[in-house]
């Protein structure tokens, strides 16, 4: 470590404790910014310190709960692991994170897709797991051929990471297929059975990535994903390194056997929490954290005792209500929200928070993407609006067939919720910048977080 | 009056969906039901010949570069019926990637691509992208027309062609003329992409009435409670007027 990378440390160490103890702020970014003006290779240097490998998750849907349940997991193995829990996901929130623990024994970092291209090239992990790839905050990501793009240059610079991805994901075999061109390994896991939900609308196209054609499946999981073939080239789902069989999702949660790289026989895998989209992350999470070297029985411990409270499902209970709250920032991830609602068979209320913030993305037109004639049949539903753009919440809802109030805060909707019983829960579904207040209310006005 | 039946035909929705697009075609369907009349919506995908013999509105997206290539490649062989659709006062809503094939040519990356040469117009490049809220003020609709523009193309009319506003916020057709998308018969083109209609009710109206009006000689709409759509077309306005900072 030379002189500049050193001042860097010590530098982004002192902001870290400065941001902390003096300003009472937290220290997920500063000081991996100052670090990196002062040392642009300041990642580079604190990796060579680690002790073992590192994992980066990226992928539109998914990733901080899939990087906190691997973190998670090699800890409990006895590792030492530098992690940006708090999701910062840029090159400046994983110099943070490495500040915070130089020399641990691994890095499992998640990483903004399109922030892949300066973090792999400077961490160069041993994997790259990329989960899926969805239509996300358009006006900043740019279109959804160019994430793929980028994601192909950066493991292009950092030849020596395999990558690990979703096989089921055409979108995701796209850049695994460009990439194994260019000499990268790619291994793969997916659900190796037909799950028979209900179909959910397709956002995404689902177009062959090297022909053109329009695919044809076997059998959907949910969005894009699934068995799918081109009828007119080679272009399919692969061999699935690992696979997941006999999948149980319900609203008590997800379970699934892994089986394939690595096991004699199968694994059983579960969760007290969940939806399809759940069975792909934990999937990837029990992948990573076996490459890493952490037996099934930790695993799954590890996930027994894992209670998110980054507002991603995290129960609530106001005033003996039950109130979930998630993270719904794309016509994918509130696709699979309205799933795990109607995976409930209680009669529910609903409060959809849109803001339009700079991290939200500017443009909120995806919300006419979204599947929300589903819910028009549900009996006895009561739908709130909320955000920054509550009335384009309004008018969309208007246009699905259901009538919705506007409310300023959770405490308001709760308040509109007062004359339906206090058994029909409220589900809270939010995009990124009305998550942390939304959040911050329950806290304040619940009886006690509960997972 | 009512029941009256208009069909919609919603060009292409598999390539050209990139932003909410859909929403304009369930807009039009919604407000026809909503006063009682009725609405076919015919999806016209690739592989399929579209005839527009039957049609009253025909609505194209945006995609990206590869998509638009392969619809505006696909529509190119139906250009003499789409051009007779056009010149018979067929209603042909274009937004966004849509818009430019309206042209005579685009550009993509540096290749001139041949447009549809529907409406006196071409599209060039420019750096930056031309990205943010918008909010245009409009012959075809009582409140300004609001939405979400971004776009790298550089679209210029013709002598004579009408722009379909003036802009109030954002940058419109070029960033340069004030003018944004343009109004030719019965063909409303813009750069005000994806959900267009929702927030801008005249707009969507303006539409339907000029279908009605082509497919049964009389355009009168009964007037709808449009209190949310104002509202969030209010909202906006406001927000924009008041100087909301430009991307
Ligand atoms: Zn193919």
Redesign the pocket.
Known sequence: MGLRSSLACGLGGLTRWGLRNVLHRSASQMPGRIAMAVDPDVISDLASRLGGDSVVVCGTNGKTTTNNVLAAAVEASGATVACNHAGANMAAGVAAALLEDVGADHAVMEADELSTIHILPALKPRYLILLNLFRDQLDRAGEIDHVADVIVSALAASPDTTLVTCGDDPLCMGVAWRAREAGTRVLTFGVAEDLRLPADRVPEARF?Q????ELSYEYRTYAQLGAFS?P??D?ARPELDWRATSVSVGREGVSFDVSGAGFDSPVRVSASFGGVYMVYNLMAAFVGASLLGVDAPTFQRSLDSYHPENGRLQHFRVGGRDVVLNLAKNPTGFNQNISLMQADDRPKAAFFVINDDYNDGRDISWIWDVDFERLADEEGLVVLAGGHRANDVQVRMRYAGIPAEIAGSVSAALEACSTIPVDHPLYVLTNYSALWPAKAELERIGEGSES | MSGRTLTVAHLFPELLNLYGDGGNVLVLRKRLEWRHDACEVVECHVGDRPSFSGIDIAFIGGGSDREQRIVCERLLDERDELTAFVEDGGVLLAVCGGYQLLGHSYLMGDEEVTGLGLVDLYTDRGAPRLIGNVAVESRISPQPIVGYENHGGRTHLGEGVEPMGRVLFGHGNDGVTGEEGCLYKNVVGTYVHGPLLPKNPGVADHLLSCALERRYGDGTLEPLDDEAELAANKVMVDRLMAGEEAE
Request: charged share 20%; aromatic share 12%; with cysteine.
């Open positions: 062959c090297r022909c053109g054609a081109c007119k080239c272009f």
